[in-house]
């Protein structure tokens, strides 16, 4: 699992916290990206009040494609529910993204590749050395 | 039917509905039954294991050990849990207090569907303005995703007939469970399920996402009222079962929206995987009386594993038994594999379409450190100690029982097996 965190300034008294986790599902043999967002005094977060946060991209993302949408999801580890991007169009639209690729190059790049939708869909700006680095 | 010998009895390994677990309390206002006449002395001894096994040499040949019976589908559908629901004491404001209520929890079927007729018994009693209802037992909020029969034989080590749960209209705990509204949240999630599930076995959810909006809700309704009949009209058309020893599933273009002129491609053939959701419960480790079981008092002491079997031939093997399975599935705690249970693949290490075995071998952990001081034998003796109950459909499984049978016997109707497992910890 990879974990990592996010700050958001939701306004100008607000800041909102985020986690993010990667979890790889057994079901659908693909990584799961799962979130929660906490206010500054620790409470949860709902989906609008989490929208709200999001770039217009990503929303606009997220309303339109049927490959990504966001549902509510017992997390697999820590035994509480937390948001997920549904996993069942990822292998579709990762299939479209790496056709192209050697067996290779599919490996290294999958998980970048993979987070450059998953992460769109939930607003994360994902550095670009990520993707020119080898 | 009761008094009827039934060709589930023939051979000792097959689970015996109506001997071993007597949960069969029958619905369409059947009350349930006692225990045979007699109820469960205290003490009434150590923790059952079933009979060992058979000399390999009469076990049935694959076809047989694997075979999908109606009789088991029925009694599985038809298997309900005795209910005593207490309502909450600060959701009662009415005096006296209203007396519990009595029903049947039908074991493939959640508790907020029980939620109409529960209301209705206590709604005089209720405060005005929203409810938000949840289940509790001994202090535990009960996640309603998860099926009646399940959560009865992972909560209920010992089995408690009538079951004696307390229902709260207020006060719901946001932080434990995933917010439901009712018979959709319900629904959805079934779908969910199923397609998860039509996933695994096929390799894709084609099939479920086709269906027609009436078959989606005839589907539905079967599974809300327990229907097994409309069930089967719908679920064969769907071709998720049942599960063969040749592990050969055709992926078709079932569901392909290409001209209806083409052939239809033969599509790749793919090991079968069955689907699987694994509850693991810590007890004591020196258990000896179910009775004895520390209560489960979160959901930080059981581990849920979602994880499909993929069956497979082994040099050696004829048949794939329930222990094989639990092993490639749990393996720090069966078998004789070191114990890093595969979480995953390390990103980089893998493609992840491609497959990490869900067989026996744990990708991308180093995987050949055998500890010194044990040898493999009396490892796999010493793991296996630790398992004090396997638990399907509430029947206490031997670890020998095929696991095909079990399979496609004893899934839920969103084609998942829900394995129950007390280890000693």
Not at chain 2, 181 to 198: Q, R
Not at chain 2, 233 to 248: A, R
Not at chain 2, 341 to 353: I, K, L, Q, V
Request: with cysteine; charged share 25%.
């Amino acid at each position: 699992m990879i974990s990592f965190s996010w700050q958001v300034q939701s306004s100008r008294d607000n800041v909102h916290l985020y986690d993010f986790h990667i979890v790889y599902s057994f079901s659908y043999k693909v990584p799961v990206l799962y979130f929660q967002g906490l206010q500054a005094g620790g409470q949860l977060l709902t989906l609008d009040e989490i929208k709200k946060d999001l770039p217009p991209h990503s929303l606009q993302l997220l309303n339109e494609s049927k490959w990504t949408f966001i549902t509510r999801e017992e997390h697999p580890h820590l035994s509480r529910p937390w948001f997920t991007l549904h996993p069942c169009g990822t292998s579709d639209w990762m299939k479209l993204l790496l056709h192209k690729l050697g067996d290779k190059d599919r490996s290294l790049q999958y998980l970048p590749a993979w987070l450059s939708v998953a992460g769109q869909a939930v607003g994360l700006k994902i550095p670009l050395k990520l993707y020119c680095s080898s | 039917a009761q008094e009827k010998k039934s060709s589930l009895q023939a051979e000792a390994k097959y689970p015996d509905f109506r001997g071993e677990a007597d949960w069969f309390a029958g619905r369409r206002g059947r009350r349930h039954r006692r225990r045979r006449g007699r109820r469960s002395p205290p003490r009434a001894g150590p923790i059952r294991r079933p009979p060992p096994a058979r000399a390999m040499a009469a076990a049935p040949r694959g076809e047989e050990a694997a075979a999908w019976s109606e009789e088991a589908a029925r009694l599985v559908w038809g298997g309900a849990v005795p209910l005593q629901v207490h309502l909450h004491d600060a959701d009662v404001t009415a005096l006296p207090p209203p007396p519990p209520f009595l029903t049947l929890g039908p074991r493939v079927g959640y508790f907020p569907l029980l939620v109409s007729t529960i209301k209705a018994h206590f709604s005089s009693s209720l405060p005005p303005g929203v409810d938000t209802v949840w289940f509790e037992y001994k202090g535990l909020p009960l996640k309603w995703y998860i099926p009646i029969g399940v959560l009865f034989d992972l909560l209920c080590a010992d089995p408690e007939r009538p079951w004696n749960l307390t229902v709260h209209f207020r006060g719901y705990p946001a932080d434990i469970l995933s917010p439901c509204e009712g018979e959709d949240s319900v629904k959805w999630n079934y779908n969910n399920s199923l397609k998860e599930a039509a996933f695994i076995i096929t390799g894709n959810s084609k099939n479920v996402m086709n269906m027609s909006q009436a078959d989606q809700l005839a589907m539905w309704e079967s599974v809300r009222k327990g229907d097994l009949n409309s069930y089967m009209n719908i679920s064969t058309k769907l071709k998720l079962g049942p599960f063969e020893e040749d592990f050969l599933v055709r992926t078709s273009s079932l569901g392909s929206r290409q001209g209806s002129d083409e052939p239809e491609s033969p599509g790749s053939v793919k090991p079968c995987r069955v689907p699987v959701r694994l509850y693991v419960r810590r007890v004591q480790e020196d258990l000896e009386y179910l009775e004895d079981a520390i209560p489960v008092s979160d959901w930080e002491s059981v581990s849920y594993i979602n994880r499909p079997f993929e069956i497979r031939k082994e040099e050696g093997r004829r048949i794939t038994t329930l222990e094989h399975a639990l092993e490639t599935l749990l393996p720090e705690f069966f078998g004789s594999k070191p114990t890093a249970r595969a979480a995953g693949p390390e990103p980089a290490a893998a493609t992840p379409d491609s497959a990490p075995d869900d067989s026996d071998t744990t990708p991308g952990t180093p995987r050949d450190r055998e500890p010194a001081s044990a040898s493999p034998q009396e490892m796999d003796v010493a793991k296996r100690a630790r398992v004090k109950l396997v638990r399907i459909q509430g029947m206490a499984l031997g670890l020998d029982t095929p696991f095909l049978w079990v399979a496609n016997n004893l899934r839920n109707p969103e084609c998942f097996l829900h394995v129950c497992v007390y280890i000693g910890a």
